[in-house]
């Protein structure tokens, strides 16, 4: 009887244990010597318009297949997650009259909150298709590329990796400065991962799950261009679908660019997805 009683209470602390735990990854930590200076975890469940900007779609890039609208079809939230959502809509017509057979959702912080060095994070978990092109990124306000782009996670159509990258002056587009992660076989980008980025003064330097996966300096960006990391930049979430950079990974031209039937199915089905629980930013100061 003794026995089975340490055994129960063995078993009641670990189940506490396991549930501290489980906590801990939903939460973000707080360091003692970290300010918060932007937090949004949904928990209202409906899109906070006094931080966030939703685009529609004007100025089109990379030859993506999607045109940016405001509409409850593309963003959702569930359960105090946000969740952007690409829908098939064949003959979409914007009011600039471009066409699209797909809408999706892009949301920034621009003119509501930007910063300058600090820690940016997000909590996000992504339906895994070839083709789906979901990011989480910072922007500048002057013109690209001299205003600096960092690229926190990008995602392509191959569930083993994502990719943090970093644009500039003299080092966009074709970037030198980008690198992958590859996952853990049973830890893929179908599972909730933190991605984050700790800007200082002279440094980039890329966080997954609080691991250190990349780190670009002033230094080295000298060698192509002038350091594009000194002015205050916004938030940036989207999920776009096809365009150049999927294609270049899996070569798919057909039914669209970048984008095989396989995940056009997946899309008119409604399950590709990326789930938000919180966006994060803090300061040192």
Do not use: C
Not at 123 to 138: E, F, T, V, Y
Not at 141 to 159: H, L, R, S
Not at 215 to 229: E, H, I, L, P, S
């Amino acid at each position: 009887m003794l026995y089975k009683n340490k055994r129960i209470a063995l078993l009641f602390l670990l189940s506490v244990f396991s549930g501290h735990v489980a906590m801990a990854q939903m939460k973000p930590a707080t360091g003692s010597n970290k300010k918060v200076i932007f937090f949004d975890d949904f928990k209202e469940n409906k899109l906070d318009r006094s931080k966030w900007n939703v685009e529609i779609t004007g100025n089109h890039f990379n030859d993506e297949l999607q045109a940016y609208v405001d509409s409850s079809a593309t963003l959702r939230f569930e359960k105090g997650m946000m969740v952007f959502q690409p829908s098939f809509e064949p003959g979409f017509v914007t009011k600039d009259g471009q066409h699209f057979d797909f809408i999706s959702t892009r949301l920034n912080t621009r003119d509501k909150f930007d910063f300058k060095y600090g820690t940016a994070e997000a909590r996000i978990k992504i339906s895994d298709g070839a083709g789906l092109w979901p990011a989480w990124w910072i922007l500048g306000y002057d013109n690209w590329p001299a205003t600096g782009e960092i690229d926190v996670m990008e995602y392509v159509g191959e569930k083993d990796w994502v990719s943090a990258a970093v644009h500039g002056p003299g080092y966009s587009g074709e970037t030198p400065f980008v690198n992958r992660l590859y996952f853990d076989k049973n830890n893929d980008v179908a599972q909730w991962h933190v991605y984050a980025v700790d800007w200082t003064p002279d440094s980039l330097v890329f966080k997954y799950d609080g691991k250190p996966m990349f780190r670009v300096t002033r230094m080295m960006t000298n060698n192509y261009g002038k350091w594009a990391f000194d002015n205050k930049k916004f938030l940036i979430l989207n999920f776009a679908v096809g365009g150049a950079y999927p294609a270049k990974i899996n070569g798919v031209k057909k039914p669209y660019y970048g984008l095989p039937a396989s995940t056009m199915d997946m899309i008119k089905n409604h399950k590709a997805k990326m789930y938000v629980d919180w966006v994060r930013v803090t300061s040192n100061e």
